[in-house]
T-cell receptor
């Protein structure tokens, strides 16, 4: 299995631009999670899905952030418009059975200038 | 508020010495606790998962203990090697929090040859 796949691995954009991060979970996993990691706040859960349905988005920082999961093998996290304080590493993770072991992707390092 | 704390933030040991990493959490009503390893620029790798009903889990040179009553978990790594150098993160899921993972700040470990 290829594991959780994220793209792009690095993204540099200018303030005000739209950013879309992509994630492909491990095949057969019913749960998908989006996290953000910063030096100041550590690793935080943004949103998670079960069977493509958003279950808890209480961690989404503000309306500029949105996430979708149109099918079992694909999810996006969109930031529009982006701001410098959104600079962070964004991780996607998936799990077969929750709450149990989560498998993380390599992350997307986002830099907003 | 449910929080996870890891002290110290950084640790340096000579090769061959046993590593002891600490994790403390508020609220003993946890569902499970997980230890992860994170290498620089990489995602998280799950090391051990301890269910609420368990006292410890072992995998090779790794052993994790759980004491819910005192709100503590300890990760032991026997006979440390330079390849063990990484950041180790503890994460807790609480039933009252919808079983979402809350992460500690991590302990950055350096094993010197």
């Amino acid at each position: 299995d290829a594991g959780v796949i994220q793209s792009p691995r690095h993204e540099v954009t200018e303030m005000g631009q739209e950013v879309t991060l992509r994630c492909k979970p491990i095949s057969g996993h019913d749960y998908l999670f989006w996290y953000r990691q910063t030096m100041m706040r550590g690793l935080e859960l943004l949103i998670y899905f079960n069977n493509n349905v958003p279950i808890d988005d209480s961690g989404m920082p503000e309306d500029r952030f949105s996430a979708k999961m149109p099918n079992a093998s694909f999810s996006t996290l969109k930031i529009q418009p982006s701001e410098p304080r959104d600079s962070a590493v964004y991780f996607c993770a998936s799990s077969l059975v929750w709450p149990n072991e989560q498998f993380f992707g390599p992350g997307t390092r986002l830099t907003v200038l | 508020k449910q929080e996870v704390t890891q002290i110290p933030a950084a640790l340096s040991v000579p090769e061959g010495e046993n590593l002891v990493l600490n994790c403390s959490f508020t609220d003993s009503a946890i569902y499970n606790l997980q230890w992860f390893r994170q290498d620089p620029g990489k995602g998280l790798t799950s090391l051990l998962l301890i269910q609420s009903s368990q006292r410890e889990q072992t995998s090779g040179r790794l052993n994790a203990s759980l004491d819910k009553s005192s709100g503590r978990s300890t990760l032991y790594i026997a006979a440390s090697q330079p390849g063990d150098s990484a950041t180790y993160l503890c994460a807790v899921s609480w039933e009252a929090a919808g079983n979402k993972l809350t992460f500690g700040g991590g302990t950055r470990v350096l094993v010197k040859p």
